[in-house]
């Protein structure tokens, strides 16, 4: 069965980098602990969990208080901020100078190494917000996101937290050089199922960025 992805405008192509404009979609999203590897699998079990039935349909009938979702692609993951923590006021107060960043630093959260992501699908295009049937597990929630402009680079093969970062710091050289400017986080998008051979995998790292 064919798989739906979010349809977008192709403003331009060089290689295998494009920039493209999305309209506004909704997503089922969730955030998860730990390093790249382990947060794909959290992150995915509890979004399949709601689109394969664990939810609570709008509009529920004597047969059906739930409602099944068809999957879509591709299954995207951000690097996030760790949660804040109140801590204890102690004394002194020091401060010290900064080194200022390096020329090669972005500045843009770092996938490899992160702790705590944020996954998504973009659910199917038939769906508004208020439709969509409402999450059971309290983890996953549902959120429109507004149409953007998004530089992105694709490649194959195997994801390692190394290699990402390495597309990422590619990407985000190419728009430096084209004078392009990065807004919010990298944008880990995965469109195959784990069987796929490498050579056949569609990965692409996307960066959101200012209309050119």
């Not at 068809?70 to 996030?80: D, I, K, S």
């Not at 998008?189 to 784990?194: E, I, L, Q, S, T």
Request: charged content about 20%; cysteine-free; proline content about 9%.
């Amino acid at each position: 069965m064919a798989t739906e992805e979010p349809q977008f405008e192709l403003l331009s192509q060089q290689g295998n980098i494009e920039l493209r404009r999305y309209p506004a979609f909704v997503v089922a999203e969730t955030t998860v602990e730990g390093d790249m590897e382990a947060a794909s699998g959290k992150g995915f079990r509890a979004i399949a969990d709601y689109i394969f039935g664990n939810n609570q349909s709008v509009v529920p009938s004597p047969d059906a208080a739930s409602e099944k979702i068809a999957m879509t692609a591709p299954v995207t993951m951000e690097p996030v901020a760790p949660a804040s923590q109140k801590i204890a006021m102690t004394a002194p107060v020091a401060m010290e100078p900064l080194v200022s960043q390096t020329a090669g630093s972005t500045g843009l959260p770092a996938l490899q190494g992160a702790s705590r992501w944020r996954m998504h699908f973009v659910m199917p295009s038939q769906y508004t917000l208020a439709g969509l049937p409402k999450p059971n597990n309290p983890a996953v929630s549902l959120r429109e996101v507004p149409a953007k402009t998004w530089a992105v680079l694709r490649y194959s093969g195997f994801n390692t937290e190394a290699r990402v970062q390495r597309k990422t710091d590619e990407l985000v050289a190419w728009l430096a050089d084209k004078k392009i400017k990065t807004l919010g986080s990298p944008q880990l998008a995965r469109y195959n199922p784990p069987w796929t051979l490498p050579m056949f995998r569609r990965n692409e790292v996307m960066l959101e960025i200012q209309q050119p």
